[in-house]
């Protein structure tokens, strides 16, 4: 399972980006995903996650009501999972991983996402 999160950059405070985790070699379709973070001098934290089917999603409090977590499991879909970010912060600087898992019994699970993609750094400005 080889993931790649993509899409990082520099955006001013107030601005939009959207993070995409692609697969290759693979489908997505059956994997639980989860986008995650790690600020300079903290611990990784989970930000959102989406279930295999996309019927349930997560957030974390910090970025509820900015970020939405997106996936197309259509047939002819890109195999990649979204993350918009709306509103950001200059606290929202981290870099941002993507990881999967199959069949979390939920999937903010955190501790439990077994493969995981090379980050994408986020810095906003103030």
């Known amino acids: 399972v080889q993931l790649q999160a993509s899409g990082g950059g520099l955006v001013q405070a107030g601005g939009s980006l959207r993070l995409s985790c692609a697969a290759s070699g693979f489908t997505l379709d059956y994997l639980d995903i989860g986008w995650f973070r790690q600020a300079p001098g903290k611990e990784r934290e989970g930000v959102s996650c989406i279930s295999s089917s996309g019927s349930k999603t997560y957030y974390a409090d910090s970025v509820k009501g900015r970020f939405t977590i997106s996936r197309d499991n259509a047939k002819n879909a890109k195999n990649t999972v979204y993350l918009q970010m709306n509103s950001l912060k200059p606290e929202d600087t981290a870099v941002y991983y993507c990881?999967?898992?199959?069949?979390?019994?939920?999937?903010?699970?955190?501790?439990?996402?077994?493969?995981w993609g090379q980050g994408t750094e986020l810095t906003v400005s103030s």
């Open positions: 990881a999967a898992d199959y069949a979390l019994l939920s999937c903010a699970r955190w501790d439990e996402y077994e493969y």
